[in-house]
């Protein structure tokens, strides 16, 4: 290994003269076989403007690596007898879905391998994070014949059962993780809350060259919040793969990883820079399983405003791999772990194709002079809550949970609005409806899935 150095550094030079990554890009990987740490390093910038270094102790948002933790705690709760994983969740929480019999029958099981049946909502959170997060579920419909039958990536769900587990078993969320796995794991440097302003050695966020505020995850808490080291995280590769304490028992860890929903049709976003691994593809509890020569791989990837993560595991080979950065939405992260794993097996490093060009992002919508009505007026949706409508200086106005965009009207009852979701442009159709001259409802299709309704705002 003593050349990997030399081609983590080529690589990532190659990723930044190509543009894939800006400047300064801060990274920090670790790869272990077993227990053994074959190598750690870090390359970049944690703080671009301040030119601070990322180190080996820099933290880094875990975004949805968080998963695999919060279902090993369970796991652990369930060896301990807190809780039946198979259970329904009906009759002990505030979870409730809007379909009575799957409703009935939901179970943690159902939510951590995402085969509940309910569409991502991730705008929900992510634009709104209500307090009352988790009793707005039963509002939101499920894709038909979905549930236990069809793989649907929720960080929502997650975060639903992670508010719920004092209630459960109990003790909090973060408690749980902390106490029966962290803390065992010796994992001493990670945290579980968001950071405080002045904490030493913490990654800022990017998108491109710019720095960006840190998305508050406490809403869905358990599905992304986890803040982590390349240093601590080497010690969860170890525990996965065998070393360490064995907080999991040998049922519990093949539950964790055998199939419990297929993922043949996946957001190809899951796969950014996990390609490789994607010949056959499949979800446990908290991991993806894929395949490399011929061996199952669990991995998962970490995607949030400003940062990439990348957890990679070859438990037959007793290999492991981990890539941080605070590089938004990138394949870099995915790709780095696969030449560690080809390090570590003596094998030569893939070589990468050329990223294909990224899709100029979403014009804001231009003003047509068409014949529209007034934009005034408060309206209402049970899950998602209130919209205003108004007229602003320049035009008509949508303002939701804080947030406020123009509103171009393509016809009387056809409108847009662009929201910046996760740092791309995302374009929302809105259909309008009119009944005595003034607008009544309006239908946005929040979901982003298809295979449901929009939500349909009412007048109040």
């Not at 820079?273 to 490399?292: D, H, I, K, Q, V």
């Not at 990223?355 to 007034?374: D, F, G, I, M, Y």
Request: some cysteine; charged content about 20%; aromatic content about 6%.
């Amino acid at each position: 290994m003593s050349d990997l150095e030399h081609q983590l550094r080529t690589f990532l030079a190659e990723r930044e003269s190509e543009g894939e990554i800006p400047t300064g890009a801060g990274v920090a990987c670790a790869v272990v076989r077993k227990g053994d740490v074959l190598y750690q390093g870090a390359f970049g910038l944690r703080d671009r403007e301040a030119q601070l270094p990322v180190t080996l102790r820099t933290r880094f948002d875990m975004a949805s690596n968080t998963k695999a933790f919060t279902a090993t705690a369970l796991l652990v709760a369930s060896q301990e007898g807190a809780l039946d994983l198979d259970a329904p969740l009906a009759k002990r929480t505030a979870i409730s879905l809007s379909d009575p019999a799957a409703s009935a029958e939901l179970s943690a099981l159902d939510i951590l391998s995402h085969r509940s049946g309910l569409p991502a909502h991730d705008l929900l959170w992510y634009l709104a994070a209500p307090k009352d997060l988790t009793a707005r579920l039963r509002h939101l419909p499920l894709v038909p014949g979905a549930y236990r039958r069809t793989f649907i990536y929720n960080n929502l769900m997650v975060g639903a059962l992670g508010r719920e587990l004092d209630r459960l078993v109990g003790t909090s969320w973060g408690r749980l993780v902390q106490t029966r796995v962290l803390d065992p794991l010796g994992m001493s440097r990670a945290r579980l809350e968001p950071p405080q302003a002045d904490e030493p050695d913490c990654a800022l966020p990017y998108v491109g060259d710019k720095p960006v505020p840190r998305v508050d995850l406490r809403a869905i808490a358990a599905a992304g919040a986890l803040r982590a080291d390349v240093e601590d995280m080497a010690r969860w590769l170890a525990f996965q793969l065998g070393a360490g304490p064995r907080l999991l028992s040998a049922d519990s860890l093949s539950r964790q990883r055998v199939e419990h929903a297929s993922t043949d049709v996946p957001n190809p976003l899951l796969l950014l820079g996990f390609e490789w691994l994607a010949s056959r593809l499949a979800y446990g509890l908290g991991w993806f399983l894929g395949s490399t020569r011929g061996k199952t791989a669990l991995f998962h990837p970490g995607f949030i405003d400003g940062f990439s993560t990348a957890v990679v595991l070859v438990p037959e080979l007793e290999i492991g791999a981990v890539v941080l950065s605070n590089v938004h939405c990138s394949r870099v992260p995915g790709r780095i772990a696969e030449r560690l794993i080809a390090c570590a097996l003596g094998e030569e490093a893939p070589r990468l194709a050329s990223p294909p060009p990224a899709p100029p992002p979403a014009a804001p919508p231009e003003s047509v002079r068409v014949a529209r009505p007034r934009a005034e007026g408060r309206f209402e949706d049970a899950a998602y809550g209130t919209i205003e409508l108004r007229e602003g200086g320049s035009g008509a106005v949508l303002e939701y949970a804080g947030h406020a965009w123009p509103l171009a009207f393509a016809s009387a009852e056809s409108a847009s609005f662009v929201p910046t979701v996760s740092g791309f442009q995302m374009p929302l159709p809105v259909a309008v409806n009119i009944e005595r001259d003034r607008i009544e409802r309006i239908a946005i299709p929040f979901s982003l899935d298809p295979r449901v309704p929009p939500q349909t705002f009412s007048r109040v």
